[in-house]
């Protein structure tokens, strides 16, 4: 990740578990650069904190292994799976995006480290309804431009040479999906090929998280290098730091505090 560059030492969120939260690069690009007097924002962040599957979501891109191999032994991350959650809280801050009916609040990168297997199997999945249709397409193009066999298509209906280029496409679409299913179906064994079935992701799901824009099989982007700013993106030790409000409370004034009460009984 970039070094951070903090240089806004007056900042009422400089140095807490809020401004690692983050996770800026700098001052500059703070999201909530002009909104950081507003006391809500340590209560939002440590929803956010209280909102996250068991060891956070820095678990998925921390991994040393892949984290969507199932069994053992896990391949070795080659890069990251993304797609983005969202949840409605909170609801002060929760919007209705552009073309979609979803409320949302938080949102958070949901970045699993990949082995190259899992990333090949995903691609295969997603592409075979494009594939089949251009291999189909392919196939039946000599027989509509060979100008002997096309006038011998030609004599059962003049639209017949078309009617076919059509049909392989529609047809290639159709067996491209349902060789995807079949495909995902003996991949399922190996790995969580449907990531909303992912221990996390289902964790989260419990937890009022949705994939963004729709509840179908999220898609995934693949990326080399992890998204290193933004919230949701911090390490898993920023989420162990103290709360704001609660750091003040050092050892010593622990003990004042439970010195004083023993007085008061
Ligand atoms: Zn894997």
């Not at 903090?6 to 690009?29: F, I």
């Not at 799976?81 to 809280?89: I, K, L």
């Not at 064994?189 to 963004?212: C, F, N, Q, S």
Request: proline share 6%.
């Amino acid at each position: 990740m970039e070094q951070r560059n903090l240089t806004d030492t007056e900042c009422t969120l400089y140095g807490t578990k809020s401004c690692a939260l983050l996770n800026m690069p700098d001052c500059e690009k703070c999201p909530l650069k002009g909104r950081v007097a507003d006391p809500a924002i340590h209560d939002d962040l440590k929803l956010f904190c209280d909102l996250q599957p068991e060891g956070t979501v820095a678990k998925l891109f921390e991994s040393e292994t892949c984290t969507l191999c199932k069994g053992e032994p896990k391949g070795k991350p080659a890069s990251y799976a993304v797609f983005d959650m969202a949840h409605t809280e909170p609801k002060q801050l929760a919007k209705r995006r552009w073309l979609s009916k979803q409320v949302t609040g938080f949102m958070v990168p949901l970045q699993f480290a990949c082995c190259k297997k899992c990333r090949k199997r995903i691609l295969l999945s997603a592409y075979l309804p494009l594939i089949a249709p251009i291999v189909l397409t392919v196939c039946v193009l000599p027989f509509v431009m060979n100008e002997h066999l096309a006038q011998g298509l030609r004599k059962v209906a003049g639209w017949f040479p078309f009617a076919l280029v059509v049909l392989a496409i529609a047809g290639g679409y159709g067996i491209g999906k349902l060789l995807s299913y079949l495909y995902k179906r003996k991949a399922d064994a190996v790995m969580y090929i449907d990531v909303r079935t992912h221990p996390i992701v289902a964790e989260m799901t419990e937890k009022g998280w949705r994939p963004l824009f729709n509840d179908r099989q999220p898609h995934l982007a693949f990326t080399k290098h992890r998204i290193d700013k933004g919230l949701g993106s911090a390490n898993s030790s920023v989420y162990a730091m103290p709360d704001v409000g609660a750091e003040e409370e050092t050892p010593a004034a622990a003990e004042e505090n439970t010195a004083e009460e023993k007085i008061s009984d």
